[in-house]
């Protein structure tokens, strides 16, 4: 006998990550999803924002690695409330891990939730963690053809940060060609050109995310 | 890697199917998987014999149907199979594209008994 499923394989990922954004909205939480290669300044751009919006929002984060606790010591030490998630070999975060870290955060203490996923450009792009919005980002050193070689990623980002733009002059990266054909593989996405270490372009970045922070909000 | 984890998900989504549907025993599962999710369906396959073992769905067959990935041009609304590193259209060159299939992932049907 036939039976017609037709269900999404993730969907029970998805009703959790819908839980959490029902959550999240009833705290008045903006949660960004920041997923990128290991190394390409996840952490940095944390510490950065935190720093751009002292005074003007609260951040936490819950940090994904598959093991230590590293870099969210990284960031306790810089006075950010940060949770850590070690996967333990998992290559992303899913809707019920990120679930079990709300459950220990207090959340009437936070504006803007970062959550840092595991470090890798293939496996996250598929898991709805119930977040806000999606953001890539890509260091100078890892090359501007990747958009094309990982689409789903960066064809779902609602932002795309280019990090390591210290680093221009050194490294075989064309920043003008690299705009062209990401914007090939996805139109709406917000652009910003930073570096975690000059603090250029951190300013732009940090800009948007009050407005996005706003405009969750507004419910808009 | 995170083919475990999407095998996870189709096993328990074919057995409550299967529960559901009052079967005893699941003999096929028809999954389609577009392109760009990069899901690759031979790491599935395996995962699924291994995970499926002392389930109803011990030896079902898996059938993948695969969906290329597609984008129609938003300039001529040409649409077309972008190939290669360099995704423009073939009529009028424009890089304004909009992906309309190629990220599928589920399940279409089970066969039970």
């Known amino acids: ?220 | 890697m995170h083919e475990m984890a999407v095998t996870m998900s189709l096993l328990d989504l074919v057995l409550k199917e299967a529960t559901r549907a009052g079967a005893s025993r699941v003999v096929a599962v028809n999954v389609v998987l577009g392109e760009m999710t990069g899901i690759v369906d031979h790491c599935v396959q395996t995962n699924f014999e291994l995970m499926s073992r002392n389930t109803p769905a011990e030896g079902a067959v898996l059938s993948f149907r695969n969906v290329p990935k597609q984008a129609r041009c938003r300039k001529c609304a040409h649409v077309f199979q972008p190939t290669g590193i360099c995704w423009t259209c073939p009529k009028c060159q424009s890089a304004e594209l909009e992906i309309i299939a190629g990220n599928e992932l589920y399940v279409e049907s089970i066969e039970v008994e």
């Open chain 1, 1 to 220: 006998m036939e039976v017609k499923v037709l269900k999404d394989i993730l969907s029970a990922n998805n009703q959790i990550a819908e839980q959490n954004r029902r959550l999240l909205a009833s705290k008045k939480i903006m949660a960004v999803n920041l997923m990128s290669s290991p190394g390409a300044g996840k952490t940095t751009l944390i510490l950065r924002t935190v720093e751009a919006l002292q005074g003007r929002a609260r951040i936490g984060v819950i940090e994904g690695d598959v093991s230590s606790s590293i870099d969210a010591e990284k960031l306790s030490q810089a006075g950010v409330t940060a949770i850590q998630i070690n996967t333990g070999g998992g290559c992303h975060l899913d809707a019920s891990m990120v679930n079990s870290a709300l459950a220990n955060l207090l959340l009437d203490d936070i504006d803007i939730l970062f959550i840092e996923n595991v470090g890798n450009l293939i496996c996250p792009s598929g898991f709805d963690l119930g977040e806000h919005l999606k953001v890539v980002i890509l260091s100078t050193p890892e090359g501007d053809d990747k958009p094309h070689k990982y689409p789903m990623l960066f064809a779902n980002a609602d932002a795309l940060v280019i990090n390591k733009t210290d680093l221009l002059a050194h490294v075989n990266f064309d920043l003008d060609g690299f705009k062209s054909t990401f914007k090939g593989v996805n139109q709406r996405a917000a652009l910003f050109a930073v570096s975690g270490v000059s603090g250029e372009g951190i300013r732009e970045w940090a800009a948007w995310i009050m407005e996005k922070l706003a405009s969750v909000r507004s419910g808009k």
